[in-house]
């Protein structure tokens, strides 16, 4: 289906005239060799496949219903878009933080561990968010990418933006439809996030019910966090659809291709 085009029914927020600001729908005409689906940090922390959550540390999607979400959202949204995207032929990436370069010795890593100087007030306040010696005793040290939603074949696993850039531009996409963790962090301002990647040309769409943001107890009923991120996302760096709109236009395209 190289010369087959997606037509997707999307939206963003439009902010000015900011007296009369809302959403837009607009149909993105993307041809799917020049389209990627994104993995953003899948992380299996409290999934069957990984280590369990620890009450004792505040990592990962942070506390237990988000981390629950996000187990629901990978198993019944991520990874039925990664296998609708397969099915048409368009590229699947996935992107994951360098710390688990430790679970993943195959791939390239910058990081040099942390700082060998931090200041004690900042040490308080990270132990104090997230536990104390999190990066080494929380379930943080042993968390591989998601197995439900881990690379097929040969479908690039990378943890930095450059090198995600150098594997869409050898293969001519231009244009990247997001799904993964968190809403109102990493999906937009990490390596291979939203904000790195239209600094470098893309065309970013995040699929709404494909990701949840790290939601405490008293935000979670309400989405505050990923509603939040949600809003940056549509409004400042690209557009919004959902999977049964992706879903919608792949049925659509395989309608017109029989």
Same mark, same amino acid.
């Given at each position: 289906?190289?010369?087959? $085009?997606?037509?997707?029914?999307? +939206?963003?927020?439009?902010?000015? %005239?900011?007296? +009369?600001?809302?959403?837009?729908?607009?149909?993105?005409?993307?041809?799917?060799?020049?389209?990627?689906?994104?993995?953003?940090?899948?992380?299996?922390?409290?999934?069957?496949?990984? %280590?369990?959550?620890?009450?004792?540390?505040?990592?990962?999607?942070?506390?237990?219903?988000? $981390?629950?979400?996000?187990?629901?959202?990978?198993?019944?949204?991520?990874?039925?878009?990664?296998?609708?995207?397969?099915?048409?032929?368009?590229?699947?990436?996935?992107?994951?933080?360098?710390?688990?370069?430790?679970?993943?010795?195959?791939?390239?890593?910058?990081?040099?561990?942390?700082?060998?100087?931090?200041?004690?007030?900042?040490?308080?306040?990270?132990?104090?968010?997230?536990?104390?010696?999190?990066?080494?005793?929380?379930?943080?040290?042993?968390?591989?990418?998601?197995?439900?939603?881990? %690379?097929?074949?040969?479908?690039?696993?990378?943890?930095?933006?450059?090198?995600?850039?150098?594997?869409?531009?050898?293969?001519?996409?231009?244009?990247?439809?997001?799904?993964?963790?968190?809403?109102?962090?990493?999906?937009?301002?990490?390596?291979?996030?939203?904000?790195?990647?239209?600094?470098?040309?893309?065309?970013?769409?995040?699929?709404?019910?494909? $990701?949840?943001?790290?939601?405490? %107890?008293?935000?979670?009923?309400?989405?505050?966090?990923?509603?939040?991120?949600?809003?940056?996302?549509?409004?400042?760096?690209?557009?919004?659809?959902?999977?049964? =709109?992706?879903?919608?236009?792949?049925?659509?395209?395989?309608?017109? =291709?029989?």
């Amino acid at each position: 289906m190289s010369e087959a $085009t997606l037509q997707l029914s999307a +939206r963003y927020y439009r902010s000015v %005239p900011t007296d +009369r600001a809302g959403y837009e729908e607009v149909t993105l005409s993307l041809p799917v060799d020049k389209t990627a689906l994104v993995g953003m940090h899948c992380w299996n922390i409290g999934c069957p496949d990984g %280590p369990p959550e620890d009450n004792d540390y505040c990592v990962g999607m942070g506390w237990p219903q988000a $981390t629950e979400e996000a187990g629901r959202i990978m198993a019944e949204v991520i990874r039925p878009a990664m296998d609708l995207a397969r099915s048409i032929g368009m590229a699947v990436c996935h992107v994951e933080t360098d710390w688990m370069d430790r679970q993943y010795t195959s791939i390239a890593s910058r990081r040099e561990g942390e700082p060998a100087s931090i200041h004690p007030r900042q040490r308080e306040m990270l132990e104090r968010a997230h536990g104390v010696d999190y990066m080494e005793r929380s379930p943080l040290a042993k968390m591989r990418r998601a197995e439900i939603v881990s %690379p097929v074949g040969d479908e690039p696993l990378v943890f930095y933006s450059d090198v995600l850039d150098e594997y869409l531009r050898s293969h001519d996409v231009d244009t990247l439809i997001y799904t993964g963790f968190a809403a109102d962090m990493c999906l937009l301002g990490a390596e291979g996030g939203a904000r790195q990647m239209l600094a470098r040309g893309y065309r970013c769409v995040v699929m709404r019910d494909a $990701t949840v943001g790290v939601e405490s %107890p008293d935000t979670f009923p309400q989405r505050l966090a990923t509603n939040y991120g949600l809003h940056i996302f549509e409004w400042s760096l690209g557009y919004g659809c959902s999977f049964a =709109q992706f879903k919608t236009a792949i049925e659509k395209l395989n309608g017109e =291709q029989t």
